[in-house]
């Protein structure tokens, strides 16, 4: 008797492997210089500090242990803190709940808030981990488009105008990924009156804020209302393998979390949640690592910029990115990325097409750049393949 | 405009936080014993040779990257040399899919197998961790009673007989939590002939095999078909804290749990991954290591099935246990366990009711014992205490 996997043809239909992952795969070659990874720089990650960690976690049994679902309960302590400085209210650490990375966090929330048809609102172009999780759960998906200061709430509000009644909306609010932009400081207030006005969740996703090159970003959606759910996670700015994410959330919605965490895997690694504990609780190393990424980052982003603008000149147009890991850019003589991208792999160099992103807009002309993981002058020979890709 | 939770009244109605998890916070008091957790005992794990392992692993920046879905590939390729062994073919490393413990596998796998109402044969008592999943799913759960030879497949097979067609059918083949039975040879070839005649997955849940007292385990279910899923985990050998368990299953399996995977949380620890490379890697070390917990788990099961039975006599029935960490007992004398439970924690001892893992049965004279965490003394002071509190 033949076996089925009866729930593919449902919950996995319009589920597609993420283009970035399969794309990362076909990038690995040693040829092509690759900005369409999405990862943080490796060589940047404190891997002394964390031995160091390690070592020191690894005298207490404690560690090795089975621990909290809700999370490593000294973890949460420093969460709460720094959250609390963050945020400008004081957290409780009952509203902190740690997750196998934010996307965890983002998986587990939309199985708690959401029935199937749910509208969810996302931004266009979308971070595509959060689609992959509102589609699963078999939400209606509408898109917003993104401008220069992120989500167009006006755009939002003749939604809500039109009768629309979401039970969530997404923002990745600082330093967008794919996008580039970050939510102004008025719309972030906006959002949350919104919020509260028509009675929807806020999902502030918010893995890159502290990776601000010249100022910091704007204080988070979370600070207007209870009612926006804060993500973040210590991947970017430590390290990933850490796995350690978390959400900032009404006790009530923490407990559902909670119940689902169990059954999802009972709960996350003491060992990398105490690690975590102690570098985030080392402030002074802290400052000085996290700078340090900034600087490096920061230069890297504008090298490729300077790259793209002085090459290209009026045939792209980008964001000059205050801050994260990405720059978006927009061919404005109908070049086609997805259709570009076979040749710009045999000139040696690797993007995101936009259409991987796009929600509502096809985003056709489009390209996401990753300035992370490549020193200044590959960036810049990047680009000159680019350049040469595109003309030939 | 008040804010609802909606996805609460469905998903998680019945499911409530796991009676075990809730029992674990009340007897954290140092004046009870508790033989309630079913946690490994911490002071056995590894902590030098997982600090050394540690230390190694992150002289590579490779460990602190974002890693496959799948899991990182070194560590795939040790599992599925070990698991071949196990299985007796070859299993190629497509096969193997590493998972943030075994549970985050039964609930990847509850999603991909199984459609709303779908049947899915439980034993009874039961893993609540599986009853958790398979509820969060909305299946239709009928429970097969165990004997001391594990799963009923005479019953199994009048529930077939009658027409019913389950999707899959769970078991914790070896060392049973909370049975503490073991699956005969027999019954393990039976119940994979059964799949194959009736066109369902077998999901055999194994975290225990590798603690056997006197001789090994039994071959797998999974040796007698491909439709056989198997899980296992190295939470129970060397610490939960890594977060490492695995399923070995079909490739067209694989690639749908993958897709979950990544909407899930994106990937495991590239660290703690390596961490657990390097240790079942080191075949010498490992088997001595393994060795001692079998030597001092043996020791302690067999000091309470001893003082259990010197003790209640004819009162109690229990399982003589041949690996894994708990016993199963049994009031013949009508003693209710959920009733019993107050008092005995008065009396400074703590257990799970049988209720906690009943499914058709009501367990409620039952009761399960761990007697991993407890050195030999004071599981024979634990059974003088609740004695004291049965008959009191």
Redesign the interface.
């Known amino acids: 008797?033949?076996?089925t996997?009866?729930?593919?043809a449902?919950?996995?239909a319009g589920?597609?492997?993420?283009a970035i992952?399969d794309l990362l795969k076909l990038t690995a070659r040693d040829d092509i210089i690759s900005l369409a990874g999405g990862?943080?720089d490796?060589?940047l990650?404190p891997?002394?500090r964390?031995?160091l960690a390690?070592?020191t976690a690894?005298?207490e049994?404690?560690?090795?242990?089975?621990?909290e679902?809700s999370g490593w309960p000294a973890l949460r302590e420093v969460i709460a803190a720094r959250e609390s400085a963050k945020i400008g209210r004081t957290i409780p650490v009952a509203e902190v709940f740690i997750?196998?990375?934010s996307?965890?966090a983002l998986?587990l929330l939309a199985?708690?808030?959401?029935?199937p048809g749910?509208l969810v609102i996302v931004e266009d172009p979308a971070y595509v981990?959060a689609l992959?999780?509102f589609r699963?759960a078999g939400a209606r998906i509408v898109a917003v488009p993104l401008d220069s200061d992120g989500m167009r709430l006006d755009v939002l509000e003749d939604l809500l105008a039109a009768g629309e009644r979401p039970?969530l909306v997404h923002t990745v609010s600082t330093f967008h990924n794919p996008g580039g932009v970050t939510l102004a400081p008025e719309r972030r207030r906006r959002l949350a009156e919104l919020a509260?006005?028509?009675?929807?969740?806020v999902i502030e996703d918010d893995p890159y804020g502290e990776l601000w090159f010249d100022q910091p970003a704007p204080a988070p959606v979370a600070s207007y209302s209870p009612?926006v759910i804060r993500l973040s996670s210590v991947?970017k700015i430590l390290?990933?393998?850490?796995?350690v994410g978390w959400m900032i959330a009404p006790e009530?919605?923490s407990r559902?979390v909670?119940?689902?965490k169990?059954?999802?895997?009972?709960?996350?690694?003491?060992?990398?949640q105490q690690i975590t504990t102690d570098l985030l609780s080392d402030a002074d190393w802290l400052a000085a690592h996290i700078a340090s990424i900034r600087t490096t980052y920061g230069n890297r982003a504008r090298a490729l910029v300077t790259a793209v603008r002085s090459t290209f000149a009026d045939r792209i147009r980008c964001t000059a990115p205050t801050g994260g890991m990405f720059i978006w850019a927009e061919f404005l003589d109908d070049t086609n990325t997805s259709a570009l991208l076979p040749t710009a792999l045999e000139s040696g160099v690797a993007y995101v097409p936009g259409a991987a992103f796009a929600v509502s807009d096809t985003a056709d002309n489009s390209l996401r750049l990753c300035f992370t993981t490549s020193d200044e002058q590959t960036l810049t020979e990047a680009v000159t393949r680019l350049a040469k890709a595109s003309s030939a």
């Not at 199985?111 to 029935?115: A, P, Q, R, T, Y």
């Not at 509260?196 to 969740?201: I, Q, V």
């Open positions: 008797m033949s076996l996997i009866p729930a593919l449902g919950k996995l589920l597609q492997s993420s992952r990862l943080p490796a060589a990650m891997r002394e964390i031995a390690a070592d690894l005298r049994p404690a560690v090795l242990q089975y621990t679902s997750t196998h990375g996307q965890q998986s199985e708690v808030l959401l029935d749910a981990g992959q999780v699963a039970a509260e006005a028509h009675g929807f969740w009612q991947s390290s990933p393998a850490l796995r009530r919605v559902a909670e119940l689902l169990q059954g999802a895997d009972l709960c996350g690694s003491a060992l990398t």
